[in-house]
């Protein structure tokens, strides 16, 4: 590893060390639902970095379909599985504060369904990528289901804005009594600054894991040839 | 209190939980690598 491989996930350190500090010492305890509310600093950046994570799939997916680069492919690949890991935290916290403040679990409501929907449509992305045999078919079907797929991105970041939910309404630009107390929005920003980060780390090391693994196919292959045509050479 | 703990202790386990898959892929890559070198010079 050479030094500036470091940078990334130091910063990653540095960041959520800053927003843990903010979220336990900074953010006041807010009046209605008490601590609990405090889930809202992991919660809100685990959804950010999926919905980032699949418009990197989307974009990478069509630059793949374009250029036929399996750089391109792995990149989407690797934004896919970092994407699920998020939207699965999403859907797994989201319940846990919902419990003691709705008094419920889960509710079929527009926006919680339509992340399930999202989780699903990935999830399938890496089962597809995980059972489809052949590279270039593997990879022009993973674009294809990352670019339709993509469609529900929307649709859930505007659920709360399209239809009546049990989920809160937007903080930010959500109209009239919309907003937060400046220290919350601090250190949400802090959250997600870090958050993001992780994203990009993660993506980066699982690419390139992928990019290698590729190399390394190639290269058994050459080996296996090199090592066949060495026996005919010297029959 | 016991729902927030509950919520970033599943986060941070998970997360763990992935980073540690990480490197162990990543020392399943050297170690193919290392075969691949042995094959090429044998």
Known sequence: MKSRDYILPALVFVGMLVALYMIGFYAPVEREQGIVQKIFYFHVPCAWVSF????????FSIRYLISRDKRWDNRAAAAAEVGVLFCTLVLITGPIWAKPVWGIWWTWDARLTLTLVLWLIYVAYLLLRHYVTGDEKRATLSAILGI???????????????????????????????????????????????????????????????????EIEQAHQLADEASVSMRGDLR | MTWMIAAYAIIWIAIFIYVFGLDRKQRALASELDQLKSKLKG
């Open chain 1, 52 to 59: 980032m994570a699949f418009l990197v799939v989307f974009v």
């Open chain 1, 148 to 214: 339709v797929g993509f469609i529900d991105v929307p649709l859930v970041y505007f659920a709360i804005r399209w239809w009546r939910t049990q989920h809160p309404q937007p903080v930010f630009g959500g109209g009239a009594g919309s907003g937060m107390d400046p220290r919350m929005a601090a250190t949400l920003w802090v959250s997600l600054a870090a958050f993001t980060l992780m994203f990009a780390y993660f993506v980066r090391v699982r690419s390139r894991q992928l990019a290698l693994e590729d």
